[in-house]
T-cell receptor, first 114, second 114 residues
Framework: KNQVEQSPQSLIILEGKNCTLQ??????????LRWYKQDTGRGPVSLTI?????NTKSNGRYTATLDADTKQSSLHITASQLSDSASYIC?????????????FGRGTSLIVHP | DAGVIQSPRHEVTEMGQEVTLRCKLI?????LFWYRQTMMRGLELLIY????????DSGMPEDRFSAKMPNASFSTLKIQPSEPRDSAVYFC????????????FGPGTRLTVL
């Protein structure tokens, strides 16, 4: 069964600090991995997308890494800001000749305190 | 572009009533996903359409749920009869070409069934 596990479940950091969120998956065969940011009361918004051949992708202060061999990904946030407070969701998509069903992680809830 | 549009944004209804949620895709997109999000289960894919055709509805909880795409830009998700356990936030998302494309989420409909 395809699964995506994220850790930690929640995280509290001080403004200006860095943090790293983890994502482990069992989806196979693997097509791509995305990180989404979901602000409270809003729909998820894509931050990064990586295929199996990519091992790092940046979007401003967000940097995602991927190790397709160990089936692990991380999202590193540099110099956190109050606006980074949100849920971060890891989504892994399989390759398929027909149907395409992504598997979602439960998310990591990040709170950035001033 | 206005993005994915969902209506209503909030819906409160009584158990047993019919509920219809609506979604308008981004112009030019041809794949549509309906999701349900709860604190307990996170984001769950309910059904996926490609070019107006339902590709996978294995996530639809039971026969009380039905989804349609009467045209290329519009979809409805109907729950009849509704139950308190259906209370959740329902999102729709669209992509240009399904598969590995980034999904653009709507703002969601918060459904409360009393």
């Amino acid at each position: 069964k395809n699964q995506v596990e994220q850790s930690p479940q929640s995280l509290i950091i001080l403004e200006g600090k860095n943090c790293t969120l983890q994502c482990n998956y069992t989806v196979s065969p693997f097509s791509n991995l995305r990180w989404y940011k979901q602000d409270t009361g809003r729909g998820p918004v894509s931050l990064t997308i990586m295929t199996f051949s990519e091992n790092t992708k940046s979007n401003g202060r967000y940097t995602a890494t991927l190790d397709a061999d160990t089936k692990q990904s991380s999202l590193h946030i540099t110099a956190s800001q109050l606006s980074d407070s949100a849920s971060y969701i890891c989504v892994v998509s399989p390759t398929s000749g027909g149907s395409y069903i992504p598997t979602f992680g439960r998310g990591t809830s990040l709170i950035v305190h001033p | 572009d206005a993005g994915v549009i969902q209506s209503p944004r909030h819906e409160v209804t009584e158990m047993g009533q019919e509920v219809t949620l609506r979604c308008k895709l981004i112009s030019g997109h041809n794949s549509l996903f309906w999701y349900r999000q709860t604190m307990m289960r996170g984001l769950e894919l309910l059904i996926y359409f490609n070019n107006n055709v339902p590709i996978d509805d294995s996530g639809m909880p039971e026969d009380r749920f039905s989804a349609k795409m009467p045209n290329a830009s519009f979809s409805t998700l109907k729950i009849q009869p509704s139950e308190p356990r259906d209370s959740a936030v329902y999102f729709c998302a669209s992509t240009r070409a399904g598969g590995t494309d980034t999904q653009y989420f709507g703002p969601g409909t918060r459904l409360t069934v009393l």
